[in-house]
């Protein structure tokens, strides 16, 4: 909760830029206003209200210090030194507004005006010193403070780039995850749909009863991808999404898939063993996916006849094996071309696992086989 309530206030302050300016400029004025408040020694001179005045006016430009950071830096050393020449005011303890506006420069400013920042620094710090004590001890530790707000200033800057960096990047991984996710709703549905209606003019002349039967499934496939890549699509719309992911399968819905193919004429067995209740729901829509994908393949590729689909769960890990008696690969055994099986291989490397295709057993036929580390409960929930 804390996490979240962090993030929270970090997204509420990129919408608000001026609000946390001005928040930040009252917290300044309540840090310069401590010396007026704290009694003075009697040998001192009181606190005058004008000189409490230009001490707002010393605060007011950093209102303006994202927008203007170089303006709002002269106009506080202005400010400040007329404070110190023209009126006998509080001294501070801290100059907590240039070490605000070197620390804006140094996140936001480009290259040649932290530069001059520098130089106007390496004047202003000693002149300031100079009029107020005359101390080697007072240079160095102003000197100090102010190159530790420049470096965390750049350390910032720094932090912000590589979170941008890492945005971009999870925002490709995300389009090669709805790409592949497009491509097995898409691939898997086509080609049952072009196997359905190649077999549906045999049909009618053989087997009727068979055509009309085609040409369900032919609607039935059509439907479910429309309603698979709806869902993805209206996911990706609504901006209160969660974390904009679409519903994932899961392998409750692997019969359903397996009745779909079997109506295009392929026969195909299901086995499972292990029990598969339980399983993290991404590792399950992983396997799904796998499943679909090599049935996708053997439908359009392998003139297979049967299917086995084994799935089975052996202690901390998930083996997904699907195989066919069809004619095998034509490319070199783990080197078969297409999108599918690199898809297939890169969702296995997601979780940790492998996944790997080639002749079958005897070199007969066409064999996937992924393997998937299931999580303990304990990582699923870190």
Known sequence: MRIRGVGQAREWGAAHPWAVDAGLALLVQAAVTMPFVVPRPPELEPATWSAYGLTALTVLPLVWRRRAPMAVLLAVLATSALYR??????????PYQGLLCVYTIAVLAPAW???VTAGLLLVAVPVSVWLNTQSARELTFSLFVFAAAYVLGRLTD???RAHLVEAERAAGRERARIAREMHDILSHAVSLMIVQAEAGPVAVRRAPERAEAAFEAISATGRDAMDQLRRMLGV???EDSGDGRSPQPDLAELPALLDR???GGLDVRYETSGGLAGLPAP???TAYRIAQEALTNTVRHARARTATVRIDRSGALLTVLVRDDGRGPRTAPGRAAGHGLAGMRERAAAHGGTATAGPGPDGRGFEVRAELPVPSP???GA
């Open 283 to 285: 590792l399950a829509a």
């Open 158 to 160: 720094a932090r912000q």
């Open 378 to 380: 304990a990582e699923v």
């Open 261 to 263: 193919v079997r109506a």
């Open 113 to 115: 005006q932290r530069a």
């Open 236 to 238: 990706l719309r609504d």
């Open 85 to 94: 020449l023209a009126l006998e005011g509080p001294g501070q303890p801290l």
